[in-house]
């Protein structure tokens, strides 16, 4: 069966905290620690962790979440995100996606991994964590830590993939054909940058200029007609269109809707969407190799995500979330996990991970254990 990305809506719960000594930031800290811990004998193929991250990990970068406090779905309640099926069969739809798009990107493109991508990168070269699936399209993860694999549940917003011939061409080169098919809207991006309005990291500060931005990379800017944008062909389908297509493009190089095949999309998941079979089969075996699971920022409200969190809950796996708010079906996930342990059953805090991750790396480091007592130097799991 295909597994299609699709929207939840509706209300989350309140966070549950276990144990409830992860209340504070060195209680999450400690109980964390304990959770990571590799343990003496183990039964799993490699004893580490798996790391499935969301949007929350990517707040403190200055990009929007969909449901905390500043996200997009809280701040703006009308948004609705463009669905595949739109995006492949209406020109229109395509036109409005990428002028939104084409604003977006600039303060995507130069946002930057922030302190919770590094410290993951830190626990990843202490041998305790195995790899990290994200349902970002940021590229942060690969960015902060090459060394350790990350695996991209909804794709990525550096390049762009024809629908017709699969070819992926680069999104800067993509925006630059964009700022030269539309002039008049390259001269307001350029306004709107000099202005200050997309630099801010503040979503309010960005509201009361003007500009909204949601976690696809888009902006919302009232009063503007999408009609007159216009966007580039695949270049690989105009050098060699394929079989019983033709693909023609205006004497300036836009796309033409006379044409039956060579339409870029961005190369991420979009809603309704369904996850490519080597993704879902990649996923499925990160979780099944690694002797537990550590959600950071993410509410699971999408079902892709929430799914691997209940697989690793059926095989028997110990769960951990760090989350400001809610997830998606959370007490099922806990139910085992008593208020008074220390952490290695399972954890669910509710504070920032710019805050908690750095936290944690430095007391791997000086090794000390969860009952804050222990002088025993941290060693990485001797089968890392
Ligand atoms: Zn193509």
Known sequence: MPLMRIPYTAPLPPPII??????????????LADFLRPPTTTTAPNGKT?????????????????????????????????????????????????????LGWTNLHKSRPNKAHYAVGQLGEMGILSSVITQNVD?????????????ELHGYLRSTVCLSCRTEYSRESFQQDLAALNPSWAVFLSEMLSSG??????????????????????????????????????PACLANPPTGTKVQQSRDGAWEPTSTAGVLKPAVIMFGDSIPDPVKLAV??????????????????????????????????PVGVANL??????????????AGGEGREGVRCSLPLEEVLPALVERLR???????????????????
């Open 18 to 31: 276990l144990p409830t000594s992860a209340s504070t930031l060195p209680g999450a800290v400690a109980a």
């Open 50 to 102: 798996v790391i499935l991250s969301g949007a929350g990990i990517s707040v403190a970068s200055g990009l929007a979440d969909y449901r905390g406090s500043n996200g997009t779905y809280t701040l703006n309640k009308t948004y609705r995100p463009i669905y595949y099926h739109e995006f492949c069969a209406n020109h229109e739809a395509r036109k409005r996606y990428w002028a939104r798009s084409f």
């Open 139 to 151: 590229s942060f993860h690969p960015k902060a830590h090459p060394g350790l694999r990350t695996l």
């Open 197 to 234: 309005a997309l630099s801010t990291e503040n979503p309010l500060e960005r509201r009361l200029k003007g500009l909204k931005t949601n976690p696809d990379g888009d902006v919302d800017v009232p009063g503007i007609e999408y009609t007159t944008f216009r966007y580039p062909a695949c």
């Open 284 to 317: 499925e075996a990160a979780v099944d190799e690694a002797e537990r699971i550590l959600v950071l920022g993410s509410s699971l409200a999408t079902y892709s995500a929430w799914r691997l969190v209940r697989r690793a809950q059926e095989l028997g796996k």
């Open 325 to 338: 708010g809610g997830v998606r079906g959370e007490e099922q996930f806990f139910a085992k996990v008593g």
């Open 366 to 384: 000086a090794g000390v254990g969860a009952s804050g007592m222990s002088t025993e130097i941290f060693r990485p799991a001797p089968w890392g």
